[in-house]
């Protein structure tokens, strides 16, 4: 497939055409005008020699004719008149076999006289003024064409900079008035036109955000009831065994399920992050307590000596959902929690016997939980899954310093 030309390049090959037009116009206009000045010199000279011998030859005057190698006088009775010309009638003509000769045949008083000039100096004339016009079409049609592209560049500046604007948006839809600082064409059509696209992706965006503020409140009350009656119900001592594991299951379902309404959430918000000094130590202490709700005690070794420059709630949700899904994949039997100004590593280790998370050695991204993911995208962080009792949390430069 053909790639199309660029509006720099079409405005060239428009400049190359203009060019070579004015040029083969102005080429034609000069060949025609040195045409006219040959028979217009010739003519006049011719015509002046007529009357002037015709005149002294009708008051009887002994004249010659001119016999030079430039040019020839005959009278039309004349023995060394060429045969072609005598048959010539009166006006201009040129010579049917030397087109360098001019020939004028004119009836004066003293009878017709002919006369022929060479003008071979003139034709020599021509002949190099046609290679000056070959020139001057070449020339100028080049010279179009590069004052094409550098008057394009110019004429496209204000395209570029509309460009450059539209780039410069940010990923969250917001307004702008890109129409104000262009002109009141085309260019400001497609300005308007992007004005008003922004405007229906804000609007949008804001439909989306109360649509997501409503389904937070409504989803949230039903997971409280449930949470509450289960709460009430796993009280109740006379509960026979088998029927508290289930209900204890059930409401680690519903914390899950609670804990992944704030992740879609807290990925799904617009509003700018609040970023604050978080203490890793306790942040990790909240995220693993959240994590183990419901689960059998494991031993858990912490080591933050940092603070955090972050967004406390969703750093936490991020943390906490990783630590459950990792929880979730497979048996533990102690969880160490490492960070310093550059990562979050999580070990676990697992019980000889127990089944490998279903994952690669090798390194990769991504947590399997789209909302967990989207989450760390928005605090700038990266998970990598380093082996299956291993993964690793990258922060994003200057989130973290070591505390003194």
């Known amino acids: 497939m053909r790639t199309p030309l660029s509006l720099r390049q079409r405005f060239t090959l428009l400049a190359l055409l203009l060019g070579l037009v004015l040029s083969g116009l102005s ?53 060394a008149l060429p045969a072609r010309y005598a048959q010539l009638p009166p006006g201009m003509h040129e ?20 006369f022929a000039i060479d003008m071979g100096d003139i034709e020599q004339m021509e002949h190099h003024l046609h290679q000056l016009v070959i020139t001057m079409i070449v020339v100028g049609t080049a010279l179009a064409g590069w004052l ?5 560049g110019i004429a496209l500046q204000p395209l570029r900079r509309l460009a450059e604007g539209v780039e410069a948006l940010p990923v969250q839809p917001q307004p702008t008035q890109l129409a104000a600082g262009v002109s009141h064409d085309a260019l400001g059509q497609l300005a308007a036109a992007i004005d008003a696209y922004q405007a229906r992706l804000v609007d949008a965006d804001a439909h989306e955000q109360a649509f997501l503020a409503d389904a937070s409140h409504e989803l949230r009350t039903p997971l409280a009831v449930i949470q509450g009656v289960t709460e009430v119900m796993l009280d109740d001592t006379a509960m026979p065994p088998q029927q508290h594991t289930r209900l204890a299951r059930l409401e680690r379902g519903v914390q899950d399920m609670g804990q992944l309404l704030e992740a879609m959430l807290a990925s799904a918000r617009r509003k ?36 955090l420059h972050t967004a406390r709630r969703e750093a936490l949700l991020l943390i906490a959902g990783l630590l459950r899904l ?12 490492r960070m310093d100004a550059h990562a979050l590593d999580i070990h676990i280790t697992a019980p000889a016997d127990s089944a490998a998370m279903p994952r690669s050695a090798r390194a990769d991204t991504g947590t399997g939980s ?18 299956p009792t291993h993964i690793r949390l990258l922060l994003h430069p200057g989130a973290a310093v070591a505390t003194p």
């Open 370 to 387: 789209a909302l967990l993911d989207r989450l760390a995208v928005r605090l700038g962080w990266q998970v990598l899954i380093q082996a």
């Open 27 to 79: 080429a034609r206009i000069v060949l025609n005008m040195a045409d006219d000045y040959e028979y217009v010199v010739s003519g006049e000279i011719l015509r002046g020699q007529a009357e002037d011998y015709g005149q002294r030859l009708a008051r009887g005057q002994a004249v010659q004719l001119p016999t030079t190698h430039r040019l020839r006088g005959y009278r039309i009775q004349d023995p």
């Open 95 to 114: 010579d049917p076999t030397d087109e360098d000769i001019h020939v004028g045949v004119f009836d004066t008083a003293a009878g017709r006289l002919v």
């Open 326 to 337: 990792f929880l979730q994949s497979q048996a533990c039997t102690h969880l160490h929690l």
């Open 272 to 307: 700018p992050l609040t970023i604050e000094v978080v203490d890793a130590q306790a942040l990790l202490q909240d995220a693993s307590a959240r994590a183990l709700v419901g689960k059998p005690a494991i031993p858990i070794e912490i080591d933050a000596p940092v603070q």
């Open 148 to 152: 094409g592209w550098l008057l394009a």
